[in-house]
């Protein structure tokens, strides 16, 4: 039967499930010439008969062929059969409709979901996020207690990617270069994955400077902040802030809800909820039997589906590391690529100590905190 969209890899445009999944509607209609003019589309010609692509979840491999096409009338309704919506660019209307001429956007206050106009910080919504300069996008997660509780923490829905650190290694001298271009056993990491071999202190210098760039830059205002999450952050951030006591210590109640995950509560993990130690895995460590998640190593930030906050990654891709410090060691949440055991990926564990500054498993992931900063 059908799959959830997404399920598989995108191809180089960025576009999934062009092959299989559904059978997709398109807007030519049939045509029997097979030698129509060069450059000739028959896009939207007049016809009874209409043509649909891509192979479907009960086709053999050769319907799911790139350049093979079907027809059919075009009232057909079938469990195989569904549809794309693509955006055409409209013409310019001109500089009257430009300069508060009308349309979606016109007279939308700054701040606001309007044709062109930036969300701000404290107007963002899981529907409407805001956009840092980097392209790393926020959305709101309540916290009902701890020391945040009432503010508004904007989360990152993504674990800080490579392309973000460049970035700030790029602006900044000095800054330790193991993150680099690193692979683990011949497995290397594009722009889009999460960046690994960072410590605490790389963690909180990226956001200490990401807030300077903005602020200056009047991206976000003078009392906001970039930080990684707390602890108790990062636990109504995965759902389970309600069911922890905010005043008890990290290692006290790590790993304390049973049987509670980020993508549920079935265990084993069904395939492909997130990037841990399955089959495909390089880790030599225990492997989650019978789990295929198609990476070895990391994986791109959000292939995998969000969370009821909007969030990516919270379980598997790499560990996060946490503003708190607990004695001599920092604290990290979540589980990583190579992680496969049962406890390590329960929404409550926590990796509290590890004296080990920077690994091929852990990266972390921003909050931005509006209007109080410290």
Not at 78 to 101: E, I, M, N, T, Y
Not at 179 to 186: N, R
Request: with cysteine.
């Amino acid at each position: 039967k059908t799959a959830p969209v997404k399920s598989y890899e995108a191809n180089g445009w960025g576009l999934y499930d062009l092959h299989g999944n559904v059978w997709e509607w398109c807007l030519d209609s049939w045509d029997g010439n097979s030698e129509l003019p060069g450059g000739t589309d028959p896009l939207g010609t007049s016809g009874s008969i209409r043509v649909f692509r891509s192979g479907g979840w009960g086709d053999y491999a050769w319907y799911c062929r790139a350049a093979f096409r079907r027809w059919i009338t075009p009232s057909c309704r079938d469990q195989g059969l569904g549809f794309r919506v693509a955006l055409s660019s409209l013409p310019d209307r001109g500089a009257a409709d430009k300069v508060g001429g009308g349309g979606a956007g016109a007279g939308a206050p700054a701040g606001t979901a309007g044709a062109g106009a930036a969300v701000k910080p404290e107007l963002a919504s899981k529907e409407a996020p805001f956009e840092n300069s980097l392209g790393m996008k926020f959305v709101p997660v309540a916290i009902g207690n701890g020391p945040s509780a009432g503010k508004t923490v904007l989360f990152s829905i993504w674990e800080t990617r490579v392309q973000d650190y460049a970035a700030y290694a790029a602006a900044n001298t000095g800054v330790n270069m193991v993150w680099k271009d690193y692979e683990y056993k011949g497995h290397g990491q594009a722009l889009d994955h999460p960046v690994v071999n960072v410590s605490w202190e790389d963690a909180k210098g990226f956001c200490a400077w990401l807030t300077k760039e903005e602020r200056s830059a009047g991206q976000i205002g003078p009392n906001d902040e970039y930080r990684p999450p707390s602890d108790v952050e990062w636990s109504w951030a995965v759902g389970i802030g309600d069911r922890e006591d905010a005043s008890v210590t990290p290692r006290e109640k790590s790993g304390d809800i049973d049987r509670v995950y980020p993508w549920g509560t079935a265990w084993p993990p069904p395939s492909g909820v997130g990037n841990f130690s399955g089959k495909e895995s390089a880790s030599t460590f225990g492997k989650i039997e019978g789990y295929k998640d198609q990476f070895p190593f990391t994986a791109p930030v959000g292939s995998y589906g969000a969370n009821e906050a909007g969030l990516y990654d919270l379980g598997g891709n790499v560990m996060e590391w946490c503003e708190d410090q607990y004695g001599t060691g920092g604290r990290f949440r979540g589980s990583s690529w190579d992680h496969g055991d049962e406890q390590y990926l329960r929404s409550s564990y926590r990796s509290i100590g590890i004296p080990i500054p920077r690994n091929e498993s852990t990266g972390f992931r921003c909050v931005l905190v509006v209007g109080v900063a410290r």
